[in-house]
């Protein structure tokens, strides 16, 4: 093992003062809310620098740090895809001091974002294949933004199957899109909600997510499977899919550990020797079987 | 290495005259309140020799334990974000074992991973730091165990060797020593060759890459909790700590203008982990204990290539309650 044995910062290439600062955000507008479900919004946020907008990028999967000024950051995935250009967007549950204050954000307020950080669905692997995605609760955002991404460029990919299931009928979000993916011929949408979470109205399906993926069975040969939920739907989610044929590195997840700075540093939400950050927050179930289960 | 000069126990003074007359603050190890700290010393007559090491890091320096990383300015609905000045006063630490030199190098790695972090790099720039050899050592010191040693001089721009007669052998390792020597030159006379004292013997059962190459098959071992089974998780180890760079973000504002800051963490803290849901992927202590081992000596070896420890003893003497770190990573390198 090399060691440096003079001081470091004389040895990076550039003098401090022509360093970024890498915890500076964007200046973002509020250009849009939704009330998706109990304490759950989504924003739309638009650059107020248009010229720092026309520059910027992202990859789906990634995700960044949200402030809201006066009470601190708080680490979302964007929800959005990356073809709809011009804005990002994020959802997330009022939960502690951050999300509440950004809960009381109205369109036309600022927020800050920092970001796209970690890493991506490599959806240039997935042509040619049939796709599921399976998600539970408010971890739909992260998906979303892939579904839109991959039906953005439908013909790249066979069959499309999108399960989704919450606790009750009011937790689900996106409701407005749930409906525009039902009406689509080239995309299957089924909707479920756990046993007793039905209201009167309800046509959608009642049961556990893993339970409805086994009945609905989808062909595993040539496919992808994505999976994002609550930990418990994700552990019965994985072997069911396995069942079906679905092969460890066909089935990915995204990861959503406590950060702080996005970058590799701030010592969080590693998994083993796996930096969410910075390898993430995209694994296989493959690879998440290298790792403890530190998540 | 050779030393150049060598300089008389009565120069000190006129060497830090010349230091603080140059606009530099000097920072070292000083007696306060009962113990011996580092902070801001103004003359030689403050500088505190004789402990083997002080109770805190100097990594403050360069890493304090808050800092501004942004402001911004809040108008009504309107908000300005400013990048905070760089931090720009130079510092001369004085008097650092050379383990604790040793730990910028650490801490410099992770903070720059993948990004340069330019507060850091800032004080870094402006920070000299001179060493002394150590001709004492106590029973929590283990610097040989992970490279180094008694007078390493990795992270050290001079390093001034104990001297039979008084004053020290000065060896030069950077241009930021050199020109430190060049505040005073007359105050540096050429080495002769006088006598030192000899250096401290640190002795450990274990080496480092003994340690590394278990890890990997003892993450599920019961060993982590059994050895912390006395941890308190105040995460004084942490704090005192030359290379534990883990920090949090928090904001400070009111209706008009905030800080966002950064401030020192500890992976033994509950919280440091804890999700919004009330999941928590490092539930206890033990695996809390674990990431602490497993991050210095196993994750940053293979992802960052340095060793997230330079063996100074300084949380074993700091531990609320005697655990013993030298111990305990004995006990995992002789593991089988």
């Not at chain 1, 990076?12 to 939704?34: D, E, G, H, W």
């Not at chain 1, 606790?167 to 409701?175: A, E, G, I, Q």
């Not at chain 1, 701030?266 to 020797?273: A, E, L, P, S, V």
């Given at each position: 093992?090399?060691?440096?044995?003079t001081?470091?910062?004389?040895?990076?290439?550039?003098?401090?003062?022509?360093?970024?600062?890498?915890?500076?955000?964007?200046?973002?507008?509020?250009?849009?809310?939704?009330?998706?479900?109990?304490?759950?919004?989504?924003?739309?946020?638009?650059?107020?620098?248009?010229a720092?907008?026309?520059?910027?990028?992202f990859?789906?999967?990634?995700?960044g740090?949200?402030?809201?000024?006066?009470?601190?950051?708080?680490?979302?995935c964007?929800?959005?895809?990356?073809?709809r250009?011009?804005?990002?967007?994020c959802t997330?549950?009022e939960?502690?001091?951050?999300?509440?204050?950004?809960?009381?954000?109205?369109v036309?307020?600022?927020v800050?974002?920092r970001?796209?950080?970690?890493?991506?669905?490599?959806i240039?692997?997935?042509?040619?294949?049939?796709?599921?995605?399976?998600a539970?609760?408010?971890?739909?955002?992260?998906?979303?933004?892939?579904?839109?991404?991959?039906?953005?460029?439908?013909?790249?990919?066979?069959?499309?199957?999108?399960?989704?299931?919450a606790?009750?009928?009011?937790?689900?979000?996106?409701?407005q899109?749930?409906?525009?993916?039902?009406?689509?011929?080239?995309?299957?949408?089924?909707?479920?909600?756990?046993?007793?979470?039905?209201?009167?109205?309800?046509?959608?399906?009642?049961?556990?997510?893993?339970?409805?993926?086994?009945?609905?069975?989808?062909?595993?040969?040539?496919?992808?499977?994505?999976?994002?939920?609550p930990?418990i739907?994700?552990?019965?989610?994985l072997?069911?899919?396995?069942?079906?044929?679905?092969?460890k590195?066909?089935?990915?997840?995204?990861?959503?550990?406590?950060?702080?700075?996005?970058l590799?540093?701030?010592?969080?939400?590693?998994?083993?020797?796996?930096?969410?950050c910075?390898?993430?927050?995209?694994?296989?179930?493959?690879?998440?079987?290298?790792?403890?289960?530190?998540? | 290495?050779?030393?150049?000069?060598?300089?008389?126990?009565g120069?000190?003074?006129?060497?830090?005259?010349?230091?603080?007359?140059?606009?530099?603050r000097?920072?070292?190890?000083?007696?306060?309140?009962?113990?011996?700290?580092?902070?801001?010393?103004?003359?030689?007559?403050?500088?505190?020799?004789?402990?083997?090491?002080?109770?805190?890091?100097a990594?403050?320096?360069?890493?304090?334990?808050?800092?501004?990383?942004?402001?911004?300015?809040?108008?009504?609905?309107?908000v300005?974000i400013?990048?905070?000045?760089?931090?720009?006063?130079?510092?001369v630490?004085?008097?650092?074992?050379?383990?604790?030199?040793?730990?910028?190098?650490?801490?410099?790695?992770?903070?720059n991973?993948?990004?340069?972090?330019r507060?850091?790099?800032?004080?870094?720039?402006?920070?000299?730091?001179v060493?002394?050899?150590?001709?004492?050592?106590?029973?929590a010191?283990?610097?040989?165990?992970v490279?180094?040693?008694?007078?390493h001089?990795?992270?050290?721009?001079l390093?001034?060797?104990?001297l039979?007669?008084?004053?020290?052998?000065?060896v030069?390792?950077?241009?930021k020593?050199?020109?430190?020597?060049?505040?005073?030159p007359?105050?540096?006379?050429?080495?002769?060759?006088?006598?030192?004292?000899?250096?401290?013997?640190?002795?450990?059962?274990?080496?480092?890459?003994?340690?590394?190459?278990?890890?990997?098959?003892?993450?599920?071992?019961?060993?982590w909790?059994e050895?912390?089974?006395?941890?308190?998780?105040?995460?004084?180890?942490?704090?005192?700590?030359?290379?534990?760079?883990?920090?949090?973000?928090?904001?400070e504002?009111?209706?008009?203008?905030?800080?966002?800051?950064?401030?020192?963490?500890?992976?033994?803290?509950?919280?440091?982990?804890?999700?919004?849901?009330?999941?928590?992927?490092?539930?206890?202590?033990?695996?809390?204990?674990?990431?602490?081992?497993?991050?210095k000596?196993?994750?940053?070896?293979e992802?960052?290539?340095?060793?997230?420890?330079?063996?100074?003893?300084?949380?074993s003497?700091?531990?609320?309650?005697?655990?013993?770190?030298?111990?305990?990573l004995?006990?995992?390198?002789k593991?089988?």
């Open positions: 093992m090399m060691e440096k044995v001081m470091l910062a004389s040895d990076t290439a550039s003098p401090a003062s022509a360093q970024a600062n890498v915890f500076k955000p964007y200046l973002m507008r509020i250009a849009r809310t939704t009330d998706e479900a109990p304490g759950v919004r989504t924003f739309r946020l638009e650059f107020v620098d248009g720092e907008g026309a520059r910027f990028n990859r789906t999967g990634q995700f740090l949200y402030s809201a000024f006066g009470a601190g950051e708080s680490t979302f964007i929800a959005s895809s990356p073809t250009k011009g804005y990002i967007e997330f549950r939960m502690g001091r951050v999300t509440s204050a950004l809960a009381d954000c109205e036309g307020d600022f800050g974002f970001g796209p950080y970690g890493n991506t669905f490599p240039d692997e997935w042509k040619g294949k049939s796709l599921i995605f399976v539970g609760g408010i971890a739909l955002p992260p998906l979303r933004s892939v579904i839109w991404n991959c039906l953005d460029r439908r013909d790249w990919f066979g069959d499309i199957i999108v399960v989704y299931g606790r009750t009928v009011k937790d689900l979000v996106y409701k899109e749930l409906e525009e993916w039902d009406r689509r011929q080239d995309m299957k949408l089924v909707v479920t909600v756990d046993p007793g979470g039905e209201s009167p109205d309800w046509k959608g399906k009642v049961g556990f997510v893993p339970h409805v993926v086994e009945a609905l069975a989808p062909p595993s040969e040539e496919a992808v499977a994505v999976v994002c939920g930990p739907m994700i552990k019965l989610s072997p069911v899919l396995e069942k079906l044929g679905f092969v590195d066909a089935i990915y997840t995204t990861l959503e550990n406590r950060m702080k700075c996005g590799g540093k701030c010592g969080r939400c590693n998994t083993g020797k796996s930096y969410v910075k390898d993430g927050p995209v694994y296989t179930l493959k690879e998440l079987e290298t790792l403890p289960s530190e998540y | 290495m050779s030393p150049e000069y060598q300089i008389g126990e120069s000190l003074e006129a060497l830090f005259a010349a230091i603080t007359a140059d606009g530099r000097i920072w070292g190890p000083r007696a306060a309140a009962g113990c011996i700290e580092i902070g801001e010393i103004r003359s030689a007559g403050e500088l505190a020799r004789d402990q083997v090491h002080p109770i805190s890091s990594k403050a320096a360069a890493f304090p334990r808050v800092e501004k990383i942004l402001s911004y300015r809040m108008d009504g609905k309107d300005a400013d990048d905070p000045p760089l931090p720009a006063r130079p510092t630490l004085f008097g650092l074992r050379p383990c604790e030199a040793r730990g910028f190098c650490a801490l410099g790695t992770i903070l991973w993948g990004t340069p972090d507060f850091f790099n800032a004080r870094m720039e402006r920070t000299t730091v060493s002394i050899a150590c001709t004492r050592s106590d029973e010191c283990f610097c040989t165990a490279g180094g040693g008694p007078d001089p990795a992270g050290s721009d390093l001034l060797h104990p039979a007669q008084g004053g020290y052998d000065v030069v390792l950077s241009d020593g050199r020109a430190l020597v060049a505040l005073a007359d105050r540096f006379e050429p080495a002769r060759g006088a006598a030192r004292i000899a250096l401290a013997k640190i002795e450990a059962e274990f080496q480092a890459q003994e340690i590394t190459e278990q890890l990997p098959r003892l993450f599920d071992h019961p060993i909790s050895q912390s089974l006395r941890c308190l998780g105040c995460g004084a180890c942490a704090y005192v700590c030359p290379t534990c760079a883990c920090f949090d973000i928090q904001d504002a009111d209706a008009r203008r905030g800080v966002r800051l950064r401030c020192w963490d500890s992976c033994a803290f509950r919280l440091f982990t804890l999700h919004a849901s009330g999941h928590n992927p490092r539930e206890t202590q033990g695996q809390r204990w674990r990431q602490r081992v497993q991050h000596f196993s994750y940053m070896p992802r960052l290539g340095v060793l997230g420890c330079v063996g100074c003893g300084k949380c003497r700091a531990c609320p309650v005697d655990m013993d770190f030298k111990e305990h004995t006990e995992i390198a593991f089988s």
